[in-house]
């Protein structure tokens, strides 16, 4: 009687995850089914809808813009948030609570009204809506997150080693590359994959920037609005795998600490 508890516990995390990947796993069947239509059963597979879509010129703009982003992003997200992180690392403990709160506000903001705000900002300034507007817009909303990152990873960092290694004649510059970078290199990688992996499948605030473009997630819901097929179950996975490699590198990179 006294596994039943263990037993019970078991079986519902069971339920739970096949309750989460269920959708998924439905998601990749359908990108094989030869049937136009998403429903049961399923009379066979092909690859034809793979074809279809890769003969899309569309798509290929829209699989080159989501990488041209998430590059981007992902770099200059991670220059900016590690600066800024390193100086916070220094500001008295008093003052960080309230320059966190202003730095995390934007992702308190629910991602339409944050992306309405971009927008009117963008047309009061008079900037065209493009690629340029979203890589600004996803900086926005990926660089809190690189910032507490790196700012939690130097909150335990051993400045003594610094302290030694200027002591020793070497400049602030050398210091830093050879000293602390490489101890914290595993968290800024890590970083840079979070703020990938938000950017690529963002659709709310990139819908609202982008203007006559498209990204993968904005392409995916204009063939939406024409209907159902496994073309639309492709490219949601396409958008899957991209968000899960990258999140799956993140993780992993974290966990590595030389």
């Known amino acids: 009687m006294s596994d039943l508890p263990t037993i019970l516990l078991r079986l519902f995390a069971v339920a739970v995850v096949l309750f989460m990947l269920t959708p998924l796993l439905v998601l990749v069947l359908f990108c094989f089914s030869e049937r136009s239509l998403v429903t049961f059963p399923i009379t066979g597979f092909t690859l034809d809808w793979f074809a279809k879509l890769f003969e899309r010129p569309a798509f290929w703009d829209a699989l080159r813009n989501s990488l041209i982003v998430t590059g981007t992003v992902g770099v200059v997200s991670t220059l900016l948030g590690t600066s800024a992180a390193m100086v916070l690392a220094r500001v008295r403990a008093r003052y960080v609570g309230p320059i966190m709160l202003l730095i995390m506000f934007p992702i308190m903001l629910p991602p339409l009204v944050l992306g309405v705000a971009l927008l009117t900002y963008f047309s009061t300034v008079e900037v065209r809506l493009g690629l340029f507007t ?24 051993d400045y003594r080693i610094v302290h030694s290694a200027r002591d020793l004649g070497a400049s602030h510059f050398r210091a830093f590359v050879t000293v602390t970078l490489p101890i914290i290199r595993p968290t800024i990688i890590g970083a840079a994959m979070v703020a990938m992996a938000l950017s690529v499948d963002d659709f709310i ?26 073309t639309i179950n492709i490219v949601a996975m396409l958008i899957m795998l991209l968000t899960v490699v990258v999140s799956l590198v993140a993780l992993r990179v974290t966990r590595w600490r030389g």
């Open 134 to 157: 979203v890589i600004l817009a996803h900086l926005v909303f990926t660089q809190p997150f690189v910032i507490l990152i790196v700012q939690a990873r130097m909150m335990g960092f």
């Open 205 to 230: 605030v990139t819908f609202f920037t982008i203007g006559g473009g498209n990204t993968l997630p904005t392409f995916l819901w204009g063939m939406l609005r024409m209907g159902v097929n496994p």
